[in-house]
């Protein structure tokens, strides 16, 4: 029971984790059992894994080739995401690790880590997000006083805070009894975002493309960035003692990007209205981008894109029902007109 509450604790704490554990009941058993009772528990944890979820395949078994389609197909303007995340995450599965997988994103609102999150859980284990093996940390949900949300981001979490945590991050075998090697932490935060922006923004100044920027370029900025800002990373001993594998910076995206996110949720919404570019340019044009000497970037990402597109098809919808309606009234009174006769006929 303690090891269960130590790793709710820790999940509070962390974003997304893949915790790998032995069964307490199991443990407690084994202890006393003969071989042939071993056997029969062995047995017994076989059958149990064909009606429930349990730790091992096909419950947990990534798919690596279809994460990277995924990534590469579904994940806009995230060169670095898409050349990071597949290297991080199959090196830690194809061998047994010395220490958890701690892997930072950073970037602004609506750049795609909770979409890149998601992404990973669904690759990962069968049930995705709803596994019983992540656990997917959504504040509103777990602190239900809004008027102190404030207090539950992770760059707006106490200074240090989050040092707390280091022990489970760090090389050890296990932590009262609990192995923590197999774990995959992620952290969700939008502090480093104005500093990632502020390096998109003087790269397309001096007419570079953004694909030009590599994860190295991005790194040491972002981890002096938030160990120096105020939130629960400043000072933090995870940073200072490089517990963080990979701080991964998500760009700001682009109009090109935005409206690959129109397009796409447009598809899945109406495929015709999908096609009417008048209509995607109607939905890009109510988002607000910057800087204001040169509006290239979106300031909500793809974050409002649903709300706005929603809006849009229902007006696009309503104007085409409105056309067909005069069309076939306009078609209806010609053909009275030419079924009526004709008076110098009478």
Not at 198 to 206: D, E, F, L, P, T
Not at 244 to 259: A, G, K, S
Not at 311 to 338: C, I, P, T
Request: proline share 5%.
């Amino acid at each position: 029971m303690g090891q269960r509450r130590m790793v709710h604790q820790l999940v509070l704490l962390g974003l997304l984790v893949h915790l790998v554990t032995a069964d307490p009941l199991s443990l407690l058993i084994g202890g006393t059992v003969t071989v042939g009772g071993g056997v029969f528990y062995a047995f017994r944890d076989k059958i149990k894994c064909k009606l429930y979820e349990c730790c091992e395949a096909p419950y947990v078994e990534p798919n690596f080739k279809k994460m990277a389609d995924e990534l590469k197909e579904l994940v806009y303007g995230q060169h670095i995401v898409q050349e990071t995340l597949i290297p991080a995450l199959k090196s830690h599965f194809d061998r047994q690790p010395s220490k958890p997988l701690v892997l930072s994103f950073h970037g602004a609102t609506g750049s795609g880590k909770n979409h890149v999150s998601r992404i990973i859980a669904n690759n990962i284990y069968q049930k995705g997000l709803a596994s019983q093996y992540v656990h997917h940390v959504v504040a509103t949900a777990e602190f239900p006083d809004r008027t102190r949300m404030h207090e539950y981001q992770v760059d707006k979490l106490p200074e240090q805070l989050l040092s707390g945590i280091k022990p489970f991050l760090d090389y050890y075998d296990s932590v009262k009894g609990v192995d923590f090697r197999n774990a995959i932490f992620i952290f969700l935060s939008n502090a480093g975002g104005d500093a990632i922006s502020k390096s998109a923004i003087v790269q397309r100044a001096a007419g570079q493309p953004r694909t030009k920027l590599r994860a190295g370029d991005l790194e040491r900025t972002v981890s002096e960035h938030v160990f120096n800002t105020p939130g629960g990373l400043k000072m933090s001993e995870l940073i200072s003692n490089h517990l963080i594998d990979h701080f991964v910076p998500f760009l700001p995206l682009e109009r090109e990007h935005v409206r690959n996110c129109i397009a796409y949720y447009m598809r899945d919404r109406d495929a015709t209205a999908a096609r009417d570019p008048a209509l995607l340019d109607d939905v890009l044009g109510q988002l607000q981008f910057y800087p204001a000497s040169d509006p290239a970037f979106s300031s909500s990402g793809c974050k409002r894109v649903q709300q706005k597109s929603d809006v849009a098809l229902y007006q696009w919808r309503a104007r085409r029902k409105e056309k067909a309606d005069a069309a076939a009234a306009a078609a209806g009174l010609h053909a009275a007109d030419a079924a009526a006769p004709d008076h110098d006929e009478i």
